[in-house]
């Protein structure tokens, strides 16, 4: 009986201990090195935009994410040029 209790209690705390290591790997977010991360929960419905996250690992809990944004720009010229990355882009307006 008190063997029984035993293998009862290993089993029930090996479960809990199981469901907790879940819960806290749910609950990491990432965001990579070139962005910029905005916390969204998701049982709300909600952007927090209090704190602007950088690249990391950061505790948010389980029922929250990231929203990412690049934070790295790009500019892309069209121009003339021999060095240019584009060839200049045709457009006409209103007046022709």
């Not at 209690?9 to 965001?31: D, E, M, N, Q, R």
């Not at 998701?42 to 690249?55: H, I, L, N």
């Amino acid at each position: 009986m008190a063997n029984e209790r035993l293998i009862c209690g290993v089993v029930c705390g090996i479960c809990w201990l199981l469901v907790v290591l879940f819960v806290l790997l749910l609950s990491i977010g990432t965001v990579e090195p070139i962005e910029y991360g905005i916390l969204y929960n998701a049982v709300t419905k909600t952007v927090s935009a209090d704190t602007v996250y950088p690249g990391g690992w950061y505790f948010i809990g389980p029922l929250n994410s990231f929203i990412t944004f690049a934070s790295t720009k790009q500019n892309i010229d069209f121009t003339d040029y021999d060095g240019a990355q584009s060839k200049p882009i045709l457009v006409k307006d209103n007046d022709g």
